[in-house]
């Protein structure tokens, strides 16, 4: 009685601080130390713009970006609750606050039903307190709320056993979750190919629930199309078009090659480097949960299929950001639970992986032995020597791969074999250096923690007048809660040519520095003098200029744009045409 009663109070425990570390401080800065995008000032506002429009504003179209097209279910959450408890960064944030929660709640139900108790506590936790994805569920993107339906969907397709509906259901979760962000889409084979894989590994017939699961992406995807995509197609295709174009595909192969290269092995930008850089132990387990499930039938059999879901789960989301031309942090965020449920298996299973994998005379432990302690020494070569990739720093690591696993192999062996080290203590040790190193990181956020984001949208109400139009990438985000209309200008997707002609734009935001916005300088060379600056703070590590447009500038402005000397173009899905027959 007194166990069961300290596993509650346990649970109880580790639930609030769960909560605490998700709500407390929600109207603080989020951590720029999470990502080299601006996107962390700036698409937090695009994504609120339409709801928040719709409250403050009376109408959620005031300008040709409305990401409600790409996003409505999120787009109508938002509305909700803007309308329920007002509009601010909290209120925002605290959808994916909601849904980070719903999601370790599928997340441990799937896992426990498909790899036991032990295993669904052990993810769940570290999942929790994973800051890289903890710090994201803190803030107002898309990302988080996907995530939640694909948990659903794995939750879905554990079950699948139980009937076809569950497979059915799978296929619907992973639609939705696609509609909320279409990068979402690498999703989609997951189920498909793991009812394959898993059916050989099986030996049993997989068609019918294959079948069932195509057939709930197909109804879902079709009832989507009908409802809300057809109505809005011509806008919807016009913005997928740009994403893809400008920041998805590859523009050829030696650019898609770069992208590769820069994923596997840059340590500043790069997926894999970000992953050994913010969570190297979660990783690096999942690596091996990987590899022993490659090499060894075993391995794959535990679960009833849930390994082969988590294996193409993570290495499709891998697959397709090391492909795409711009892939910032944040979009990692799909995949974390797949990686961090195999790392949850390592960790349950370490002592008998160790056995395995030190074993000295089979070539597949000592092929995993020689990949993962090359690929975890060039990392850290790179991080502690800031070197720039070359192909002889490659090539330098992995001939030490190959000595450093030998003299591992030997000193383990040793240890392992006159009982000098109890590997019963290795789960535990796992847990601590994973729980030491987010704590650390979390801790580290919360002490200096500001507010400067808050401070400069308070400053901005207080500076503009209320008829006020502001334009400019921070503009949403920066007055999310004022009363004036806002807009982001990006070339050939949306406000441009001439913003401030054909909205009357009076204030202009702009970031200062590298990151400013190339376009203002280059069409308003004028406007961004120092005698028309009323503002300039420090938002993180960006700066912010706010500029006011004076009315002689406006006519002058609207003169130039109209004139002979220049091509009319009327709306930005002209422009991205004529954008692209041009270059």
């Known amino acids: 009685m007194k166990k069961q009663t300290a596993i509650v109070m346990l649970v109880l425990a580790a639930t609030a601080l769960v909560m605490w570390a998700r709500v407390v401080a929600l109207d603080a800065d989020p951590d720029f130390r999470l990502c080299w995008s601006s996107g962390l000032l700036t698409d937090e506002g695009f994504y609120t713009h339409n709801a928040r429009n719709a409250v403050l504003l009376g109408q959620a179209r005031t300008n040709e970006f409305n990401n409600m097209v790409l996003s409505p279910l999120v787009h109508a959450a938002q509305a909700v609750v803007f309308r ?76 699948r056993g139980e009937g076809l509906a569950w497979s059915a259901l799978a296929g619907v979760m992973t639609i939705v979750a696609c509609s909320i962000k279409s990068l979402c889409a690498f999703f989609i084979p997951a189920p498909l190919l793991a009812s394959w894989w898993s059916g050989r590994t099986h030996k049993r017939d997989a068609r019918w629930e294959i079948a069932a699961t195509a057939g709930g992406m197909v109804i879902a995807g079709l009832l989507y199309a009908g409802v809300w995509l057809l109505p809005h197609w011509r806008e919807y295709r016009h913005m997928s078009d740009f994403y893809l174009t400008y920041q998805i ?43 022993l499930a490659i090499f060894r039938r075993e391995e794959r059999r535990q679960g009833n299929g849930a390994v082969e879901f988590l294996l193409v789960w993570m290495w499709l989301g891998i697959a397709l950001l090391a492909f795409i031309r711009y892939a910032p942090s944040r979009y990692y965020v799909p995949v974390y639970p797949a990686i961090v449920a195999l790392a949850a298996i390592s960790i349950m299973r370490l002592p008998d992986i160790s056995r395995m994998v030190w074993r000295p005379r089979e070539w597949w432990a000592h092929l995993l032995r020689t990949l993962m302690l090359g690929y975890a020494t060039y990392f850290a070569l790179v991080f502690a020597l800031r070197v720039p990739f070359s192909w002889d720093v490659v090539s330098l690591v992995l001939w030490m791969a190959f000595p450093l696993a030998a003299v591992t192999q030997w000193v383990l062996h040793r240890l392992l074999s006159e009982n000098r080290f109890s590997l019963a203590w290795a789960p535990a040790a796992a847990l601590a250096v994973i729980a030491v190193w987010n704590l650390w990181y979390f801790t580290s956020w919360y002490q200096n923690r500001q ?10 109400e207080h500076v503009l007048p209320r008829d006020a139009v502001v334009a400019g ?77 004076p009315g002689w500038l406006q006519e002058a402005y609207r003169w130039r744009f109209h004139s002979h000397r220049l091509p009319r173009i009327h709306d930005s899905a002209a422009a991205a045409r004529k954008g692209k027959g041009g270059s």
């Open 451 to 460: 507010y400067t984001l808050k401070h400069l949208a308070e400053k901005l």
């Open 84 to 159: 329920a408890f007002g509009v601010g960064y909290p209120q925002a944030r605290a959808i994916s606050v909601v849904c980070s929660l719903l999601t370790l709640i599928v997340f441990f139900a799937a896992l426990r039903r498909a790899l036991g108790e032990r295993v669904a506590w052990v993810g769940t936790l570290v999942l929790a307190w994973e800051h890289a994805y903890l710090m994201y569920n803190r803030m107002a993107l898309l990302e988080t709320p996907a995530t939640l339906f694909l948990a659903l969907a794995f939750y879905a397709w554990v079950r």
């Open 473 to 549: 990438n921070c503009a949403p985000g920066l007055c999310l809660d004022a009363p004036v209309s806002t807009m982001l200008v990006i070339p050939r997707l949306a406000n441009y040519p001439d913003p401030i002609g054909r909205y009357g734009v009076t204030h202009v935001v702009v970031l200062d520095g590298i990151q400013g916005e190339w376009w203002w300088r280059k069409d308003y060379p004028d406007l961004l003098r120092r005698r028309n600056r009323i503002l300039r703070e420090w938002v993180g590590p960006y700066a912010i200029s706010v500029y006011r447009v």
């Open 249 to 291: 595909l590859p523009r050829n192969v030696m650019e898609a090659y770069a992208d590769i290269r820069r994923a596997v092995l840059n340590y500043q930008y790069g997926l894999m480097g970000y992953l050994f850089a913010h969570m190297p132990v979660t990783i690096f387990l999942a690596l091996t949960t990987t590899l």
